[in-house]
Structures are given as structure tokens and as C-alpha cells.
């Protein structure tokens, strides 16, 4: 799908993926405790495998139901945008500091941006120095690929639509399902095949031709491959010079939203209101 052009200048490659969840795990060993967060590296040859406790929240504490509509987006890329700064907040959470331009024009605090997909909260921006802070929770480090950005990443960003928004892609929830794993990368003439492997639970939405958001960008999967638990799709050349797929290498994980549409129909087939309309 198509993404407007961003003014930030491209590297060439991006660091290792063992380089890049070295930065941010280092940086997490210092909030741990305070952010129910433990980390225990596992090294293999080229892979760091990073596991987060499963310690939730006081009971008392009510999070919003996971597929409650809070904002909305299209999946069309307006922008890469740059991490700047990754660190402590002063309440004790983490706070990632993004460069930008696009997504600051009218920016108010409390607005939602999608960062490689996930819905987050701008807490801080400055329009003079073209940036903006967003908080990362446990849970959402727990469910997504930010835990592989460090300074210097490129992202995926796109604001939450507005009622008079052209609707360009599909609708996108920014509530990350997943990840999934890249395990190739196949040029065809200008265009990229990409494949990813996705877990089972996820792989049961994705279709031929049907929609799905990978890092927060509105694509058409091509085929799925359920003995090789993935799909595929391809990037033309425009989508390649403007979303951060293309810079990824096989082995990297992407956020992965499927079409909520599959599962809203999977939930009235199983609450029996199929059979309950028949006999009506």
C-alpha cells in the first residue's frame, strides 16, 4: 500500500538484531523492578531471546477491554520517524523519544500515533525540535517488536484518523495481535517477496487477498503457506523507500495486527448467534 515520502534520510542497513535488544534490555535492567519487567537473556549464535514476567497489575487496577476502539487508523505510512531516546520516565515507566515532522502538524497532548503499528500516547512533543514522547508499558513491550529499538531505528508512524480522513487502507486498531518472524526476503524485479511466520492463533485470520497490518502498514497477503505456518506478501518499490520492512533482515520480528473483521465473525459463530437467527 501506499505511504507518503518522509524527509528523513535512509540508512543503508540497520544494526543486528542482537546489537539492537542489547540497547534497549540494557537500558531496562535499570527499571525492572519497578516496572514488573525481568529480563533473562539467552544467547545463541546471532539470536537474543528476551523473556518478560507475566506479573500483571493489581486487581484493582482496570485496563480498557483489548478490542474496545479507542482510535483508528488506516495503515498508510505518513512518515519514518527516527528514535532519539530511549530511558527512564520519572514514574517509573519508559519513555521513547521519536523525531518527526509530519505527525506533528496539529499534534496535541493525548493524541494517539501508531508506532510500527502500536497505538501510544503522545505525553511530550516540540514542534521546534521535531519530536515527540510516547510511554511504553510492560504489556506492550511484552506483546510487540519495540523491544528491539534502540537510537538511531527508524519507525513506522501514522496519526489516528480524523471523521473527514480518506480512507486509504483498511481499518487498523493499533492493538498489536502479535508478532511474527521474517524468514525471507525475495527481490522480483523492482518489487520484494517477504515472508513471515506467524503463530497458529494468528494464522487462522490471514487469508489470500485479505488484509493484515505488518509494523502498522496496510498490506494484501498473497498467499498463506499453513504447512510452513506463514504468509507472504510484496512491497512494490515506492512501499519499499517509505516504510521500515525493506531494512529489516530475515530472523527480525514485526508487529502483526490481523483484520479485525475475521475475528468479530469467529466470536458471533461461537457465541451461537448463527443458530439462533435460523430458528428465530
Known amino acids: 500500500m501506499a505511504a507518503v515520502s ?29 516496572t514488573h519487567c525481568n529480563f533473562n537473556a539467552i544467547f545463541k549464535p546471532s539470536t537474543l531471546t528476551l523473556f518478560i514476567s507475566t506479573q500483571r497489575p493489581h486487581a484493582h487496577i482496570k485496563s480498557p477491554p483489548r478490542n474496545t476502539i479507542r482510535c483508528l487508523f488506516t495503515g498508510i505510512v505518513e512518515e519514518m520517524g527516527q528514535i532519539k531516546q530511549l530511558g527512564t520516565a520519572e514514574n517509573g515507566g519508559f519513555d521513547m523519544k ?4 509530519t505527525v506533528l ?27 515527540f514522547t510516547v510511554g511504553l508499558s510492560p504489556e506492550t513491550l511484552r506483546k510487540t ?7 538511531g531505528s527508524l519507525v513506522n508512524l501514522e496519526r489516528a484518523v480524523q471523521p473527514t480522513s480518506r480512507m486509504g487502507g483498511h481499518f487498523v486498531q493499533g492493538h498489536v495481535d502479535g508478532t511474527g518472524e521474517i524468514v525471507s526476503m525475495d527481490p522480483e524485479g523492482d518489487s520484494l517477496w517477504i515472508k513471515v511466520k506467524a503463530s497458529k492463533e494468528l494464522l487462522k485470520y490471514v487469508v489470500p487477498k485479505g488484509f493484515i497490518a505488518v509494523d502498522g502498514t496496510s498490506l494484501t497477503v498473497v498467499d498463506v503457506f499453513d504447512k510452513e ?24 520480528k514485526v508487529n502483526l495486527e490481523v483484520d479485525i473483521l475475521g475475528k468479530y465473525v469467529e466470536r458471533l459463530l461461537s457465541s451461537g448467534f448463527v443458530e439462533s437467527i435460523k430458528s428465530s
Open 105 to 131: 502538524e496539529g499534534v496535541h497532548l493525548g493524541d494517539s500515533i501508531a508506532v510500527n503499528g502500536t497505538c501510544l500516547t503522545v505525553t511530550e512533543f516540540d514542534t521546534q525540535l521535531s519530536d
Open 6 to 34: 518522509s524527509s528523513l534520510s535512509l540508512p543503508s542497513r540497520t544494526p543486528e538484531p542482537s546489537v539492537r535488544k542489547m540497547s534497549i534490555l540494557n537500558k531496562f535492567h535499570s527499571v525492572a523492578s519497578r
Open 98 to 101: 521519536i523525531g518527526a515532522k
Open 145 to 151: 517488536s519495540l523491544i528491539e529499538l534502540e537510537p
Open 229 to 252: 505456518d506463514s504468509f507472504n506478501f510484496m512491497l512494490v518499490a515506492y512501499t519499499q523507500q517509505n516504510v521500515v520492512i525493506p531494512l529489516k533482515k530475515v530472523g527480525q
